[in-house]
């Protein structure tokens, strides 16, 4: 049965339907008893709240609802607020943001909650959020919990408790401090020690946060000694109990603030950085203790209280009952009331009553706000008869007054600055005696003031925060953002106002308060901003400054540099310095290092503070000379690049005369070197000897100066020799120091050389797995990410669907998964339902070619990035959860319920920049094979005439579709014999426009609609050829702007219209086989002829070829636009033989002969494929060096082209060879003849085989023609 004890209830509304009140009388629950009704409102709205009395403070670990009983009443949704003295309520928040709990879903059913962090409060107070649709708020409430004792202090500014204990006769290896306190006051010393060794440990709040403080002397004046040493916590003045703990474990010191940790700070460390002569400085040991302040520092007392402070197990409290004890120290919490309210969002808005004084002249209003927002409306109201409106309102964190006065200029006042910190400053409008002021901050602060020439008082409401949304309200209006924050002790006309009458509805109006509590939280407390980003922050959310860290991303989670100089390589980087991020998104920070890219293997070279030779100068004093090396990384940033790295090397080095090294192995060494990772070991090996043999290179290699030893400088020759060689064992690296001992004796001479830490290769690129089966999958210990984790990998398969990595909470849950061909889709729940984020490509992802996924989730938002495609971001929701809690194991390639499971190939898998090792878990996994099937890491050089490399499951083939051969290794020549009267046209739609993109960097192809204003800047153009005719047309394309690009055999000519490049070759048209290559980009070109020297020629100004339309070989049937020399030579065709002809990335041959149904080439004439080209002897027959023309440079004016003429022209005959151009430019000039200068090779760097596309609107003005 029930029975009543003395516990009370409120409730907010003065009419109810049932409120019977019955408790179980279990000291651990307090609860309504089943049946027993419950609370049901008159009025069901998000005003209405049940508050309980627990008639003592209490531990609260859970509570639990039900609906009214009996009916349709319920509440779906609810905040739960707790307190000690039933007043300045606290909101429970979940994670630290969350404020609502999930109620009922009907009348009957329990809802249970346990609280993740317990409460201690006296008083509950629950306010429905969301009910049930079809009836009203309906309650039954229940909490679990037990009573709870404590010892209080009560502070009031003047008082301290002083404790002078024991003095111990050593240091003790662990120590703790703890305490509880509250106050209203930011600032203020909670705790004051003093040691036995003149050090000193301080506990003191400044603007609402904790330091901790380590002084050099026991002084609490500041001085240069003070070593701000841990600042944790944020608005700690909330007149809110807050723990402390500061505890010493042997070198380490932490500091905890309501549970969150600061991370522990090394004593030895802090020994050296603050040069105090301590075996450890935490290890405080204190001969004297005070809680509260000293006398002569009022000004830095404590107001409030503090609860259980405890040293080392001692309860302070019990002592100060008994002894020393200053001031009106009081062994309870005497608390001031402060009613404060929250504006919550835009909505929000308090409106007054008119004043009932309307005989005043003038008006005075006071508050207090604290706010993270740099904007919002304090408060406004209307002037007597409407005459003009008043405006108090924050912008760029100043308080501003405005004033607009019908017929008068508006009148304006700002004061304060900064006003934004999340600190309490308070404000003060007056109005009296002609005068008017804004005071802000009180003394301490800020003023303005004026003397407007009209009476300044309120002639209606006065609302504070922001005016009521209805339409048709003229009252209030508000041109400025509305106030989110905290208001309290409003005052108007120097009368206090009453916030629980507000809240009563008895004073005034309100929308959207939360009445009798602050609600500002700290979203920078602890921040989210990781690699030392900075936080900023508003009421709803929070920014991260990265600049400066090396990381991007909302919160600066994402390595902006790449990890290896390897990946620097594959961008197309040359050698230099660049910073080398080797674990990503890690906690390593990133380091300068230089790339040197010059050979074979790309090295990361790692200098110290001595690479150069060095002579050795021998003191005295000492035996031994002890070299000690510094290293531009750090410890860990070295073992990390040690440890991704293949392979690693240092040069070391000695040079002697009569300076013996390491003597026999059987003796003792009489130098040595210490290396390896940490402080290292002590190694008696030299370079290019194994670990452990006392032996230098010359010994293995059986060459040393003197057989009887393993080292040439251990003959004590008294000619000069060496010792040198590479350390290549990683363990062993990198060199650390060097003892030198042999340095002493009369003639003795010797240098020495530590060269810098080189390392090649990245292990991680290519660790793989390789899945066949969709049962198949890897399992690795849990993904630890909860509030941030970044994943990257790259992946190649034949099938359209499969799951890449799942992880798998209670709840929770990440995945990531090829959902179609064409879509990869990242999935997550952190509580908030599941959330998607997915990425389209415009190609298939079935492909079997490599592609790379990068996803990333923090506590603001989630990203999915493939290949080179845009990011695609989602945001969190706002207050949402945001701990990702995983519990399973971590599957790869597959999923627990061995569905969905991926086939193909993952490699190089990094979590939060820690790499996976696939490949040795998958040789202990069946269905899963170390590394990736598929040979093109070993045999892709076979793939030939820029063939690409294609990986299948168990081979490799080469694509030719790039290249003008054809065959399994792309070695086959295609090649046609042509009469005159052939004509094979080559089409330039959208399969040219796919082809000319597919070498090139951009990565979507154009529309339609810009076919004809394709632009190349650059060609790239290869042929062979083998005919008697001349003249005669190789090769031609057309432009839908009447430019032309040609290839011809022609007789040698001057012409006035014509510039004329003539090569030194001769006798080609010989019925030999010729290669001829050409090249152009801009307004450099480069030919060469088989194996002769390359050419390089300069144009005259810059040249693109606009709207390219067609390609022909052999015969031209439309020649219109053509200069009439040409257009003969055109309408002639060609007899002989092509072969390999390749223009960009088209080959026109491959396209007529292997595919003409689905090519877009049209063939006249007789075309018969024949093997004129095949032949390898011809290939190194070239042309005799003449010697030599000058080159002519000729420029006319053709007014009549539309559109403009490019033209490159080879002349070939029995003489010699010329190329013949005419480009379109863009520019006036006059015309005129000129040397063509030779480009130098180093000016013409090796033009990349692929075209350079830029849009063009149409023909210009002023196009000239060149005819080189």
């Known amino acids: 049965f029930c029975v009543f004890v003395s516990k009370i209830i409120k409730v907010n509304s003065q009419f109810f339907r049932l409120l019977r009140v019955f408790f179980f009388p279990s000291p651990l629950s307090f609860s309504l008893c089943p049946g027993a009704g419950g609370w049901s409102p008159l009025s069901s709205d998000r005003y209405q709240w049940l508050e309980v009395d627990l008639g003592g403070r209490t531990r609260i670990t859970a509570v639990a609802t039900q609906g009214r009983y009996g009916s349709s009443d319920w509440q779906t949704a609810y905040l739960l607020m707790f307190s000690d003295t039933g007043h300045n309520w606290k909101q429970y928040r979940q994670e630290g943001s969350i404020g609502a709990f999930a109620g009922n879903s009907n009348a009957d059913s329990v809802v249970q909650h346990k609280l993740q962090h317990q409460v201690i409060a006296r008083y509950v107070r629950l306010i429905p959020l969301n009910w049930n649709p079809n009836g009203r708020i309906g309650l039954r409430l229940e909490t679990y919990g037990c009573p709870y004792n404590s010892d209080v202090l009560s502070f009031n500014g003047q008082s301290s408790l002083l404790y002078r204990l024991t003095p111990r006769p050593r240091q003790m290896s662990s120590e703790s401090i703890s305490l509880k306190f509250k106050t209203l006051k930011n600032s203020g010393i909670l705790l004051h020690a003093e040691g036995q060794n003149g050090h000193s440990l301080t506990l003191e709040l400044e603007k609402g946060k904790l330091q901790l403080l380590i002084r050099k002397g026991t ?8 070593r701000y040493l841990v600042t944790l916590g944020s608005l700690l003045d909330d007149q809110h109990w807050h723990h402390v703990a500061v505890e010493h474990h042997s070198n380490h010191l932490k500091l905890t603030v309501d549970k969150k940790r600061h991370p522990p700070h090394s004593c030895r460390y802090l020994v050296l950085l603050y040069f105090i002569v301590s075996a450890c400085l935490c290890a405080l040991s204190p001969v004297q203790m005070i809680l509260g302040a000293q006398q002569g ?30 001031g009106n120290v009081t062994f309870s919490c005497s608390e001031p009331v402060f009613v404060a309210m929250t504006f919550t969002g835009p909505q929000s808005f308090l409106r007054l009553p008119r004043r009932i004084d309307q005989s005043s002249l003038g008006i005075s209003v006071g508050l207090q706000f604290r706010t993270w927002n740099k904007a919002g409306l304090l408060l406004t109201f209307e002037l007597p008869n409407r005459e003009g409106r008043v405006w108090l309102y924050l912008s760029k964190a100043r308080t501003h007054l405005q004033i607009h006065k019908s017929g008068r200029a508006p009148l304006e006042l700002n004061a304060g600055s900064a006003l934004n910190d999340g600190q309490w400053h308070s404000v003060d409008l007056i109005s009296a005696g002609g005068r008017l002021t804004i005071t802000v901050d009180g003394d301490e602060g800020a003023s303005a003031h004026a003397s407007p020439s009209f009476l300044i008082t309120t002639g209606g409401h006065i609302f504070f925060g922001g005016c009521p949304t209805e339409e048709n309200s003229q009252e209030c209006l508000n041109p400025f953002k509305a106030f989110q924050g905290c208001m309290r002790l409003l005052t108007v006309d120097n009368r206090p106002l009453d916030l629980i009458k507000v809240q009563q509805r008895l004073i005034g109006n309100y929308s959207h308060l939360q009445i009798d509590m602050c609600g500002i939280i700290d979203r920078c407390s602890p921040s989210h901003c990781e690699h030392g980003g900075s936080c900023s922050q508003s009421w709803s959310t929070f920014h991260c400054n990265c600049s400066g860290t090396g990381y991007s991303g909302a919160t600066c989670h994402s390595s902006i540099y790449e990890q290896s100089c390897e990946a620097y390589k594959h961008k197309g980087n040359i050698s230099g310095y660049y910073y080398i991020d080797v674990d990503s998104s890690g906690p390593i920070k990133p380091q300068l290092l230089y790339c040197n890219m010059t050979e074979d293997n790309t090295w990361m070279v790692i200098h110290h503070n001595n690479t150069d030779l060095t002579r050795v100068q021998p003191s005295p004093e000492v035996n031994q000379h002890v070299v000690h090396f510094e290293y531009a990384s750090d410890e860990e940033q070295l073992a990390a690049i040690i440890s991704l790295s293949e392979h690693c090397e240092q040069e070391i080095a ?72 590479l350390l290549t064992h990683k363990e062993t690296l990198p060199v650390r120091s060097l003892v030198l001992g042999d340095i002493q004796r009369h003639g003795s001479e010797s240098t020495y050389k530590v060269g810098p830490l080189r390392c090649h290769g990245d292990k991680n690129v290519w660790n793989a797995a390789f899945f066949d089966k969709e049962t198949s999958y890897l399992h690795f210990p849990t993904l630890h990410g909860e509030l941030s984790a970044d994943i990257s990998f790259l992946f190649k398969t034949t099938s359209s669907s499969g799951v890449f990595l799942e992880n798998l909470g209670i709840k929770d849950f990440i995945r990531i998964e090829l959902n179609s061909s064409n879509e990869v889709l990242f999935s997550f729940d952190v509580g908030n339902g599941p959330l998607e984020v997915s990425v389209k490509a415009g190609s ?9 996924i990068q996803a990333e989730r923090n506590v603001k938002e989630a990203s999915l990035r493939l290949d080179e495609l845009p990011a695609v971001t989602q945001e969190a929701p706002a207050d949402g959860h945001i701990h990702l809690q995983l519990n399973s194991q971590l599957f790869i390639g597959g999923t627990a319920s061995r569905q969905k499971g991926f086939r193909g190939c993952i490699r190089s898998l990094q979590l939060n920049g820690v790499t996976l090792d696939l490949e040795e878990r998958a040789k202990i996994t069946p269905g899963v094979q170390a590394g990736c099937p598929g040979h093109c890491s070993s045999y892709g050089s076979l793939c030939q005439n820029q063939g690409r490399c294609v990986e299948r499951p168990t081979s490799f083939s080469c694509d030719c579709s790039s290249s003008a051969y054809t065959g399994p290794f792309c070695n086959k020549e295609v090649s046609a014999s042509f009469k005159s009267e052939t004509s094979v046209t080559y089409a330039f739609k959208e399969q040219m426009v796919n082809e000319l993109n597919r070498s090139s960097s951009a990565s979507s192809s154009f529309p339609s609609s810009i076919y004809s204003d394709i632009t190349l800047k650059a060609e790239n153009v ?18 839908y702007h009447r430019e032309y690009f040609a290839v011809l055999l022609s007789k040698p000519g001057d012409s006035k219209d014509a510039e004329i490049l003539r090569s030194k070759v001769k006798n080609l048209a010989d019925r030999q086989l010729h290669v001829v290559t050409i090249s152009r980009l801009a307004d450099v070109v480069s030919v060469q002829i088989d194996q002769n020297p390359k050419e390089d020629f300069n144009l005259t100004s810059g040249v693109e070829f606009n709207g390219i339309r067609s390609l022909v070989l052999g015969r031209v049937h439309d020649s219109e636009g053509l200069d009439p020399d040409l257009a003969q030579i055109a309408s002639l065709g060609f007899t002989g033989c092509l072969s390999a002809v390749l223009f960009n990335s088209i080959s026109p041959l491959k396209a007529a002969l292997l595919h003409p149904k689905t090519s877009p080439v049209t063939v006249t004439g007789p075309l018969i494929q024949s093997i004129c080209g095949f032949t390898s002897a011809n290939l190194s027959h070239s042309g005799s060096v003449g010697t030599g023309q000058p080159l002519v440079n000729a420029i006319r004016s053709d007014s009549a082209l539309i559109g403009g003429v490019i033209a490159v022209v080879i002349f070939v005959t029995v003489s010699a060879l010329a190329i013949m151009a005419r480009f379109l430019y863009r520019r006036k000039c006059t015309c005129q003849r000129q040397e063509v200068k030779t480009v130098k090779p180093e000016d013409n760097p090796e033009l990349p085989f692929r075209s350079r596309i830029t849009s063009q609107n149409g023909p210009t003005e002023n196009q000239k023609e060149y005819f080189i």
């Open 654 to 725: 000695y040079h002697c005369r009569k300076s013996r090294l390491l003597t026999s192995p059987e003796g003792s060494p009489l130098s040595w070197w210490v290396g390896g990772p940490g402080v290292g070991q002590m190694h008696t090996h030299w370079g290019g000897a194994p670990p452990g043999s006392q032996q230098c290179a010359c010994s293995l290699q059986d060459n040393c100066v003197d057989s009887r030893y393993h080292c040439n400088c251990d003959a004590d020759s008294n000619e000069w020799t060496n010792d040198s060689g």
């Open 1022 to 1039: 290869s042929l062979s050829f083998r005919t008697s005719q001349s003249p005669a047309l190789l090769l031609y394309v057309s432009s």
């Open 219 to 226: 002084t609490l004046s500041f001085s240069p000694d003070i």
């Open 844 to 852: 298939p992802l079935n492909d079997n070619r490599w592609h790379r």
């Open 297 to 326: 520092f009022s000004y830095r007392s404590f107001y409030g209280c503090l609860e259980n402070p405890v040293y080392n197990g001692l309860n302070l409290v019990d002592l100060a009952k008994q002894k020393d004890q200053r």
